[in-house]
């Protein structure tokens, strides 16, 4: 298959509508496998992609004082059954530059895929990145999904990542992200998570908020069925005085699934403030009935309860529309 | 001779081991607006669930026939499927989950003008309203107000309504009055717990209340003056004591 039909059929499987191929106002990274199959850049946007025997490494620069005004694509697949992906990126966002990135990760046919990504990012001083993952996988599961980063948000800049998995198996899901935040720096970072059948899915995330008046969040969000097991800790560290931060772990199980949660504060200076939030169990027996009173038996009103519970904290989706369509 | 829409028969309750319900009989007829009024503790908000089938309200005795039908032992959603819903005085609050897809969920009509619709007939703008999420951004009267727009939509033949005037200013007060002389109008049998007497102003016929027992029905000014003048301040001792009597 060329390289530009392999495109096509990643940008299939994600869904998206082949026949409104992007402009050229919208820069695109298009990998399966080992082999970069589409690439696309706009000005402010550099990247150097190598090609490794098992996955690709690439470097992505956005240059300082760049506003990249729609979202970059980036997509990752396997197509086939079986394969292992590694992704090694290194990531610079210069000084007061700003940019969207959409990333999709793709794995439609996985019985024995895993994807591997290590990441190290460096957003400079008043530069904005944004990074909204999505993930496709098969209703098999087969797929080992192993994301670590390493973020460093210095003064004034802001970063905000999304995770979304809430079509088909997530399989074995192992992230560890890892922020230190500079001085009025902001940091967000989302996980929307759905675990079926014998899902198993650990999260790691912490963020260190190192310089005066910076802020994070961490969200994560996760629906299990059936045998699915959670693992989520979340950790928020106030270093510097006036820090702010907040911890949000919301788990609904059903079913024999299992959820374990730990958001762990940790506040190193009187003057820092830390909140969080967690809780894990059934779906609201309040909320339940009330969709029950609307007519909707047990499981329709259990589903649609998810459905609000993983939906989009920002509007990527419009974002999407906007940019693609 | 009315049209009878629902009766309870004998219905008898405890909760936690505590006799909340102590043979309730009621008919309720179409198309009208009845209320049911009593003091705190009375037992309204409990009937109101053992009409609806709440979960935890099961009685040990009795009967409740909607449209003729033994609905006693059917779950929440069929008896929603059925025409019978439930406003809630604190409704729930839902992450995520926008008021037009909320309105709609158990809509008859599930188009977007229909959302629109019943918004404004609740006294809200669904421009600013129907992306908004039905979750703790919204004050108390935004969101029963919402609850309120939804069961419209949805159609029945009977609404429960919990305490329609808690949570709700003096503007918003009279929309949800006017609202209830045009669900009449429409042909919607409403029901509605009260403790309040300018709710019961607005009703056709209505029902007092205490200690777990129908102590009157009928005739609005009656059992409003009845209410007025001999429940505040509560003669629920009294009552108790004279219940037990006639019981015993």
Redesign the interface.
């Known amino acids: 298959m060329s390289k530009s039909d392999t495109a096509l059929e990643l940008l299939k499987s994600l869904g998206l509508n082949i026949d409104h191929i992007f402009t050229d106002d919208v820069a695109k990274i298009q990998v399966h496998q080992n082999k970069v199959v589409g690439l696309h850049l706009v000005p402010g946007l550099k990247v150097d992609a190598d090609e490794m025997e098992d996955g690709i490494e690439a470097e992505i620069l956005i240059e300082k004082g760049a506003r990249i005004e729609k979202p970059v694509h980036i997509c990752f697949g396997v197509l086939p059954e079986e394969g292992l992906q590694k992704v090694k990126l290194h990531i610079h966002a210069k000084e007061n530059s700003k940019a969207m990135i959409l990333a999709h990760c793709t794995f439609p046919n996985a019985r024995q895929v895993k994807h591997v990504m290590d990441a190290d990012i460096t957003i400079e001083a008043n530069a904005h990145y944004a990074y909204f993952e999505r993930h496709v996988h098969g209703p098999q599961g087969g797929v080992d999904v192993i994301p670590n980063a390493k973020i460093h948000v210095q003064e004034g800049a802001e970063f905000s990542t999304e995770f979304e998995l809430i079509k088909g198996s997530a399989g074995n899901i192992a992230f560890e992200y890892e922020v230190n935040a500079e001085t009025r720096s902001k940091t967000e970072m989302t996980a929307r998570i759905s675990g079926t059948n014998d899902d198993h899915i650990r999260l790691q995330e912490t963020v260190h908020l190192l310089g005066e008046y910076s802020t994070g969040v961490i969200v994560s969000h996760i629906a299990l069925k059936h045998q699915a097991i959670a693992d989520v800790e979340n950790t928020m560290v106030a270093h510097a005085p006036f820090s702010r931060g907040h911890v949000d772990c919301k788990e609904i199980v059903v079913g024999n699934a299992q959820a374990k949660a730990v958001p762990i504060v940790l506040v190193k200076n009187p003057y820092a403030h830390i909140t969080h939030e967690a809780a894990i169990g059934s779906v609201d027996a309040k909320q339940l009935v009330t969709l029950m009173a609307h007519g909707l038996n047990e499981e329709e009103a259990t589903d649609l309860i998810i459905e609000g519970l993983l939906s989009k904290k920002q509007n990527w989706q419009s974002m999407i529309k906007e940019s693609y369509i | 001779m009315e049209n009878t829409i629902l009766t309870v028969d004998d219905l008898h309750l405890s909760l936690q081991g505590k006799k909340i319900l102590r043979g309730i009989k009621m008919d309720i007829w179409a198309g009208h607006v009845h209320a049911i009024i009593g003091p705190n503790g009375a037992g309204k908000s409990t009937l109101v669930s053992a009409i ?1 089938g ?2 935890g309200y099961k009685p040990e005795q009795g009967k409740v026939y909607f449209l003729g039908e033994d609905i006693t032992n059917l ?3 069929e008896r ?2 059925r025409g019978l ?2 406003a ?1 005085q604190e ?7 926008s008021v037009e897809k909320f309105i709609l ?2 809509a008859k009509n599930k188009c977007h003008k229909r959302a629109e619709e019943v918004l404004e007939m609740v006294g809200l703008d669904p421009q600013k309203y129907l992306s908004r ?1 039905v979750d703790k951004t919204l004050s108390g009267g935004e969101r029963k107000r919402i609850e309120l727009a ?1 069961i419209i939509a ?1 159609e029945p033949k009977l609404i429960l309504l919990d305490e329609p005037d808690s949570g709700i200013d003096i503007d918003a007060l009279q929309k949800i009055f006017s609202l209830l002389q045009s669900l009449k109008k429409e042909g919607i049998t409403v029901f509605a717990i009260t403790h309040s007497l300018a709710v019961l102003n607005q009703v056709d016929h209505a029902f007092l209340m205490c200690c777990g027992k129908v102590l009157d029905k009928g005739d609005v000014k009656r059992i409003a003056s009845y209410f007025q003048n001999k429940c505040i301040p509560c003669n629920h001792d009294r009552l108790v004591s004279v219940s037990n009597e006639m019981t015993s």
């Open positions: 609806m709440l979960p779950q929440v959603y929603a499927q819903t439930l809630w409704p729930a609050r839902f992450e995520g989950l969920t158990g999420a939804s949805m």
